[in-house]
């Protein structure tokens, strides 16, 4: 019987009276790409935050692999195997598109301790890099600076930059969000490919549900804070309470997510 | 083609400098020394300015400790120049040691007034502690003695002084190249850029910016070393805020995005200091005038400007 990768037990999140997250239970099972779906204030960014390190929780336990990680920074998280991507792009803009993944493999081998060692000459990790940059598609752009890439290119580029700490779970926030329909679709295509791989298990949240169901093995619900539903995609497109939840989302504003 | 014919352009430079004490008089040996002292000091404080992202309005307390490490070893102790300055490095490490630990783990202009107030208080210790720093008078009446080393040399002339000062200060100019260059460099780099992005890599940004304060302090206080037996006093001045003003607009002055640019800011606003202070009293006008048109229409400075000029015109 395998382990799950990450266990949440009774999370919460509260802001002085406000509760962004409450009492939600999941097991992420290893390889298996799970989607956190809900509207607007769901509680999904909190969610994230917390299983990242940026938040502490306010009640319950988080635990990876076996471990307890509940309220540790995000550099001992991240080292411990959890990497995520933001819902804004969150990239190193003065560097070229390699050089922003050589400075996660460099963290992620220990490299960045050394004072005296000439970066630009480090091969080893530069072919690494590009390696990733070929995963996502994206190699041919490897010498431009980061900024003037696409917006597409932009998540891409983040996205190999969260592959490179060679994480155990990765937390992708709404991945294709901004994109246009032709970007939307070969990152899509990617992520499943990745995800074929068995290399990677993925924790995906997303708006567009056409993502959601091209991609989930399983989906949670999330409504005001709370587990509204978990299953598989056939098991949520026939849930009458999750089809309500969707249609009522433009009064549901009860709750706003934190600053991504 | 273009970087041998920079590397051309530098080793020039660097012949000028060795030769200054033969071609040109008493009073530009003493210009250059400053240069070049002053030079380290904003080099140093761009390591965690122009590198690391830190804005620190207390830098002077490094430059300052390390002037009266090197002032009080040579009165008490006569210790070899070399030691004194290995004492001032030291003693500006800790310094920065302590005050870092307390700063670092602010940010932008929060981290700006503390290190303000540390620098403040700092001074404060100087100027009232008679018995030990001779308050505001300062350190005066040391003499060097020996060099170190077993070299003979007579640090008492000018133009001898000047060669140690710019042999010491291009080793250390070398060292901090290659730590900007290094691995450790590059974290420093995507910190200004994007702290948080750092720390979800798996690094602890304070410990970064930690480190990188201490190196920079250490510098200083090797600079501050060097222009004690320069000034022939260790004052008060050298810790006051005011100073720590000085490498910042040396920073801007030259281009806080090229290792060489503060020390291109230093030799302007020396030069530019020496040359209108013989015209006018009003000094500080002229240098404002010419800061704020730095930062509206050259932001990337006078050596980033005339580098990117080049470029264009060699297209």
């Known amino acids: 019987m395998t382990n799950p990768v990450l266990t949440i037990a009774n ?17 992420v099972m290893p390889k298996e790409t799970i989607a956190i779906i809900g509207p607007n204030g769901a509680g999904k960014t909190t969610f994230y935050n917390m299983v990242s390190g940026r938040m502490q929780p306010t009640e319950g336990t988080i635990t990876l692999d076996g471990k307890d990680i509940t309220g540790l920074p995000p550099h001992k998280i991240s080292r411990l195997g959890v990497s995520r ?23 992620y081998h220990g490299h960045s301790r050394k004072l005296f060692n000439i970066a630009s000459r480090n091969t080893e990790i530069q072919n690494e890099a590009v390696e990733f940059l070929k995963r996502l598609g994206i190699d041919s752009l490897k010498a431009q600076r980061a900024e003037v890439i696409s917006y597409g290119d932009k998540r891409l580029l983040e996205i190999a930059m969260v592959l490179a700490t060679q994480p155990k779970l990765v937390l992708l926030d709404e991945p294709t969000a901004g994109m246009t329909p032709d970007e939307t679709r070969r990152t899509t295509q990617l992520i499943k490919q990745l995800a074929g791989s068995g290399d990677y298990t993925f924790m995906i949240t997303e708006h567009d549900m056409d993502v959601v169901f091209n991609l989930a093995d399983r989906i949670l619900v999330m409504h005001r804070g709370e587990k509204l539903f978990a299953g598989t995609p056939e098991e949520v497109k026939n849930h009458p309470e999750v089809r309500v939840a969707y249609l009522g989302e433009e009064d549901d504003e009860a709750v706003e997510e934190a600053n991504p | 083609m273009k970087t041998k014919v920079l590397m051309a352009i530098l080793a020039v430079v660097i012949a000028g400098l060795i030769a200054v004490p033969w071609i040109a ?32 309005f207390g830098h002077a307390a490094f430059f300052g400790i390390g002037a009266y490490a090197t002032a009080l070893v040579l009165i008490h102790l006569e210790w070899p120049f070399l030691v004194c300055l290995l004492v001032s490095m030291g ?28 620098g403040m208080m700092v001074f404060a210790i100087a100027y009232q502690w008679r018995s030990v720093t001779n308050g505001s008078d300062g ?29 010491i200060v291009a080793i250390a100019a070398i060292v901090l190249y290659l730590i900007c260059r290094s691995s450790f460099g590059m974290i420093l780099k995507a910190i200004r850029q994007n702290p948080e992005r750092v720390s979800f890599a798996g690094l602890n940004v304070r410990t970064y910016r930690l480190v990188a304060f201490v190196i920079a302090g250490t510098f200083a206080g090797l600079a501050g070393g060097l222009i004690a037996p320069f000034l022939r006093v260790a004052s008060p001045e050298l810790l006051h805020w005011s100073m720590s003003a000085e490498p910042i607009l040396m920073a801007i002055l030259g281009g806080t995005g090229f290792f060489l640019g503060p020390f291109i800011g230093s030799a302007a606003f020396v030069l530019l200091e020496t040359w209108i202070t013989t015209y006018t009293e009003s000094w500080m006008l002229v ?10 229409f050259f932001r990337k400075g006078l050596l980033g400007t005339a580098i990117d000029w080049w470029m264009e015109v060699k297209k």
């Open chain 1, 11 to 27: 999370l919460s999140k509260r802001f002085g009276g406000v509760t962004a997250v409450s009492d939600i239970n999941l097991e």
């Open chain 1, 85 to 107: 991507s933001f819902q804004i792009n969150n990239i190193f803009p003065e560097m070229t598109v390699q050089e922003n993944v050589e400075v996660v493999l460099s963290a």
């Open chain 2, 25 to 56: 008089s008493y009073f530009y040996v003493f210009i250059f020394t400053e240069i070049l002292i002053l030079g380290l000091f904003a080099a140093s404080f761009n390591l965690i300015f122009g590198y690391t992202g830190m804005l620190s």
């Open chain 2, 287 to 296: 240098l404002g005038i010419i800061l704020a048109m730095m930062v509206i």
């Open chain 2, 91 to 118: 003693a500006s490490a800790l310094l920065a040691l302590m005050i870092g630990f307390l700063s670092v783990r602010l940010n932008e202009v929060y981290f700006a007034m503390l290190t303000l107030a540390f």
């Open chain 2, 139 to 167: 350190l005066a009446g040391f003499t060097l003695g020996s060099f170190g080393l077993g070299l003979d040399l007579t640090l008492a002339n000018p133009s001898v002084y000047y060669h140690v000062v710019l042999g």
